[in-house]
T-cell receptor, first 109, second 111 residues
Framework: DAKTTQPNSMESNEEEPVHLPCNHS???????IHWYRQLPSQGPEYVIH???SNVNNRMASLAIAEDRKSSTLILHRATLRDAAVYYC??????????FGTGTSLTVIP | DSGVTQTPKHLITATGQRVTLRCSPR?????VYWYQQSLDQGLQFLIQ???????AKGNILERFSAQQFPDLHSELNLSSLELGDSALYFC??????????FGSGTRLTVV
């Protein structure tokens, strides 16, 4: 299973941008980069995914390095509801997601 | 509502017993995945089914088994339960071109 490395925890002030980094140096050419988040006592929720180009949706932006060995999830204005564990995952050829420990984001009012 | 339905939401049972967890995937999704999340741990992939057939196995114990039925709902059977099996069990479904949609989980407590 493809590996990703994320900081264990991060803090952000409310209404400020948050940049959540992820390293995936062993990524293959066909691996998509997916981000999910998990709020307490809930199932993980899809946030965004991409292959090579930067991606934007209503929830967040995904910035992918040119060599694809790292990516950054950007929350443009953090709210208290964004406090969650954020998982960066590479989707392997077998189509399964292998979750790491993720980054626990704390949003400070 | 994510579209993936898991029942029951909570389950309390004794050691040595057997339980069945049920998952109805999102309409149109052929793949079902089961994950286990123990306290303060990440999500462990257990098993995947695609259109009724087992597609991949992860860290699933021999005491655990699953199946997917013709109507595409899936059941995860856990037998000879131990205290360490207490966890949240999540089901997810997907299509080929998109990511996973997770259910809200079943919280299993073994006493």
């Amino acid at each position: 299973d493809a590996k990703t490395t994320q900081p264990n925890s991060m803090e952000s002030n409310e209404e400020e941008p948050v940049h959540l980094p992820c390293n995936h140096s062993t990524i293959s050419g066909t691996d998509y980069i997916h981000w999910y988040r998990q709020l307490p006592s809930q199932g993980p929720e899809y946030v965004i995914h991409g292959l090579t180009s930067n991606v934007n949706n209503r929830m967040a932006s995904l910035a992918i390095a040119e060599d694809r060995k790292s990516s950054t999830l950007i929350l443009h204005r953090a709210t208290l509801r964004d406090a969650a564990v954020y998982y960066c995952i590479l989707r392997d050829t077998g189509n399964q997601f292998y979750f790491g420990t993720g980054t626990s984001l704390t949003v400070i009012p | 509502d994510s579209g993936v339905t898991q029942t029951p939401k909570h389950l309390i049972t004794a050691t040595g017993q057997r339980v069945t967890l049920r998952c109805s995937p999102r309409s149109g999704d052929l793949s079902v995945y089961w994950y286990q999340q123990s306290l303060d741990q990440g999500l462990q992939f257990l098993i995947q089914y695609y259109n009724g057939e087992e597609r991949a196995k992860g860290n699933i114990l021999e005491r655990f088994s699953a199946q997917q039925f013709p109507d595409l709902h899936s059941e995860l059977n856990l037998s000879s339960l131990e205290l360490g099996d207490s966890a949240l069990y999540f089901c997810a479904s997907s299509t080929r071109s998109y990511g996973y949609t997770f259910g809200s989980g079943t919280r299993l407590t073994v006493v």
